[in-house]
């Protein structure tokens, strides 16, 4: 950069200020108040930032959020025209494409569209560039951790998005992310979610199969549960297994085992885009694969309950 200092000092208080008018003109669209949106919105809203959300089958949340000051939209095209961030978080990526399509018409030039999904790449890749021709800038923020953490606005977040746009969101986002990442480009939050997500389903599926096979040798959960728990093999995602498989809590990792095996799906197409020979992420999603073709598709049947159906396949006895 050249010029004086003082117009370089200049500069760079201009700069600043026009950041933090940005972050304090922002108004906030919220898409999908459901098991992790309820808590981040709550948390937008109670941080200061005005906040339109729509409802889709359960009204509970929405009353809830427009109790604390929510305005509540009639349609996506209303919420995105009242709207200069929009947050999604939806099921996958035709959600997600859906949603977007209907906004378009009202999506107004310079707003930002975040997905906090667990998308699929080069979706979202696609979707950013249709969004680019309109004047709308695009982010992917996926989430790491549970429900819990989205009420207490401690959840991770792993960020895709141009340096200025990322510099532009993060205020918003740190309203429900104690944890920020900027990963790197559009779809690079998507891309290390899908990580992520088969480093933690991955463990789920060994703690399934471990449980079945220590079972069908004879030595009980519990014994089991009392060597690995406070070892090196223990971690937060084992508790939470271990939540159902030991003490029967239904809800104690609410992540529906329809979901796990969309994400490795996902997973396994960017690895074969990439070329990648992938044996443990396969073998992962068809232990998921077992369970949702068996039955374990709905709203509630969540990853702790693979271990009832790797116990069923082996003869064994569930709760």
Known sequence: MTGSADQQTQFSIHSQEKTMNT???????????????????????????????????NRKPIED????????????????????????????????EAVINAMKPKLARGAVVIDCSTGDPTVTARLAEELKALGVDFADAPLSRTPKEAWEGTLDAMVGADDEIFTRIRPVIATWAGKIVHIGGIADGHRMKLLNNFIALGMGALFAEAVALSRKVGISVDRFDSVIRGGRMDSGFYQTFMGYVLEGNREAHRFTLSNAYKDLKYLESMANAATVATPLASATKNSYAIAVAGGGNGPEDYVPHLADFIARLNGLETK
């Not at 906030?28 to 309820?38: P, R």
């Not at 996506?76 to 961030?85: P, W």
């Open 23 to 57: 972050t304090a003109n922002e108004t906030v669209g919220f898409v999908g108040v459901g098991l992790m949106g309820h808590g981040m919105a709550k948390n937008i809203v109670e941080k200061g930032y005005p906040l339109t959300v729509i409802a889709h089958r």
């Open 65 to 96: 959020l427009v109790s604390r000051g929510a305005t509540e939209a009639k349609s996506l095209e209303e919420l995105a025209a009242a709207s200069t961030i929009v947050f999604l978080c939806l099921t996958s990526s035709r959600e997600v």
